[in-house]
């Protein structure tokens, strides 16, 4: 790693290494000031000014039929409604050409091996706590009335990161909304500018069923 990198990375590593577990209804961190403040207005920057103001996208869909999917919450008034635009960034081992550094540089990070063991370290429960050298990214922004449908995140995931990129703290109730076994909400974490979700989904006893739903804002709510 060169310097500016190293730094970035020490400074990340601090973060997880310094927040608790969060353990109900299943475990998760939430980790604010994820990343230093001056790489995350470079990274924000790029993606207002480039990806969302650009409309860059590979994929779009609207809020579909089975939102909200709980038997304690009503179907969706938002079914076909709202946009969520997904940008894949990041396949698996294929990296999306032409990005701003910045990106490539959260990468770097993520996908570090002594990263992947500090989180692993943090779980009880992580299906396969094996370094991996795979990784799946997209930044996705969404339009109001979008609503995101509880599920479980699938195989192959073993590491769920959800990193906010909101502009301020002025729309905390845009974060994700987390149900316990019996479907039942539990909380929400808030969405914050620079902050950091982490779960381990996959075959979890605890299964960590989640989900998001995208209204009263103005602009895109990116993550």
């Given amino acids: 790693m060169n310097t500016n990198i190293n730094n970035l990375f020490n400074y990340t590593k601090n973060r997880i290494e310094k927040t608790n577990i969060i353990k109900n209804p299943y475990e998760y961190l939430y980790i604010e000031n994820f990343i230093e403040d001056k790489f995350y207005d470079r ?23 089975n939102a909200p999917n709980t038997p304690h919450e009503g179907t969706s008034k938002y079914i076909g409604m709202g946009k969520r635009y997904i940008l894949y960034t990041y396949n698996y081992k294929d990296i999306r050409k032409k990005l701003d550094q910045s990106i490539y540089n959260l990468f770097n990070i993520l996908i570090n091996k002594e990263i992947q063991k500090i989180i692993f370290n943090k779980f009880t429960y992580v299906r396969k706590k094996e370094i991996c050298d795979t990784f799946f990214s997209t930044i996705d922004y969404c339009t109001m009335k979008y609503d995101y449908p509880l599920h479980i995140d699938r195989n192959p995931k073993n ?48 299964p960590t069923y989640h989900r998001m739903k995208y209204e009263n804002f103005k602009n895109n709510c990116k993550y």
């Fill in 43 to 65: 990274l924000l920057n790029y993606i207002n000014n480039t990806i969302t103001k650009n409309k860059i996208y590979d994929k779009i869909k609207t809020t579909p039929p």
């Fill in 159 to 206: 590491i769920t990161f959800v990193f906010y990129l909101a502009d301020d703290n002025k729309n905390e109730h845009l974060g994700t909304m987390i149900y316990d076994k019996e479907k039942k909400y539990h909380t929400k974490v808030p969405f914050r500018k620079n902050t950091c979700l982490i779960f381990a989904p996959y075959g979890n006893p605890k």
